[in-house]
Structure formats: structure tokens, C-alpha cells
């Protein structure tokens, strides 16, 4: 199954080295979060289509496209809320989308197929809004 990811620099250059990264986070929240997935989420959208409904809450150094055996045995089917921007209304509205959940991956359970630059996902105007967000928040 291919999948997007959109992560920080530090964990593609981990995934990059073979390591097994691992995040057992609960984005569940007991029912304040927006997700009932556990651990690092997928997206099976195409990453100029999940970018409008994640920007902004997701870390945007890399987006990877990676394929996941639909088997593979910590892989599991899930569902978030999230905002979509898209183009084509004036303004955000609530959207629920699928995604897939995993506790840990590596280069042997993900295997990659392509890695994006920000510039391939994102306008410039929002890759300017997000450096500044980044700047407010250091």
C-alpha cells in the first residue's frame, strides 16, 4: 500500500539510516485529540491532497511516500478530524479522513519510494507562514 508521511528532517535522516523509529503516542487523547490513531500516521492521499488537511500540525522538512505490505502486522486502519483547506472553498471545513497508524517503522517494513522537498507540496506563501511560526515558537 503506498502512504505519505510528512516528517521533521531528524527522523527521514533516521529512517534514511536504517534505524527503527518508534512513538507510541496516543493522539486519542481520551477524546481531546483529533485522531484515534496510536503511534506514527499515514495517509493514503497523494501528498498535495493530505497537505491541505495537515498543514499546520504536522512537521513539513520531508514528505516521504513509502509502500507498507497492507499485512504487515502492527499496520492498523484508522480515521482523524482535521480542517481541509482546499482550493476550491472560501473557507476550511471539517473533514474526517482514513489514515493508517504504526508504532514503529524502518526501512524494511517501509519501503520508500520517493521523498519530496517541501517545495513540491507546499506554496511558498505557506512554507513563509510556517517559517515564521517556527521562528515565534523557538
Not at 85 to 96: A, D, G, K, T, W
Request: aromatic share 12%; hydrophobic share 35%.
Amino acid at each position: 500500500m503506498i502512504l505519505t508521511r510528512f516528517c521533521s528532517r531528524q527522523e527521514f535522516d533516521k529512517f534514511l539510516a536504517g534505524e527503527t523509529l518508534i512513538n507510541n503516542t496516543d493522539h486519542y487523547r481520551g477524546g481531546k485529540g483529533g485522531s484515534v490513531s496510536k503511534g506514527f500516521c499515514f495517509s493514503p492521499d497523494e501528498p498535495k491532497t493530505a497537505w491541505r488537511y495537515l498543514k499546520g500540525i504536522v512537521s513539513y522538512d520531508a514528505c516521504i511516500i513509502v509502500d507498507i505490505p497492507d499485512d504487515t502486522p502492527m499496520l492498523r486502519k484508522s480515521c482523524g478530524k482535521y480542517m481541509d483547506y482546499s482550493n476550491s472553498r472560501p473557507f476550511p471545513h471539517v473533514c474526517v479522513k482514513l489514515e493508517y497508524c504504526i508504532t514503529e517503522y524502518n526501512r524494511n517494513t517501509a519501503k520508500l519510494v520517493r521523498a519530496l522537498p517541501p517545495e513540491e507540496f507546499a506554496t511558498k506563501e505557506e512554507l513563509r507562514v510556517l517559517e515564521v511560526l517556527r521562528f515565534i515558537k523557538s
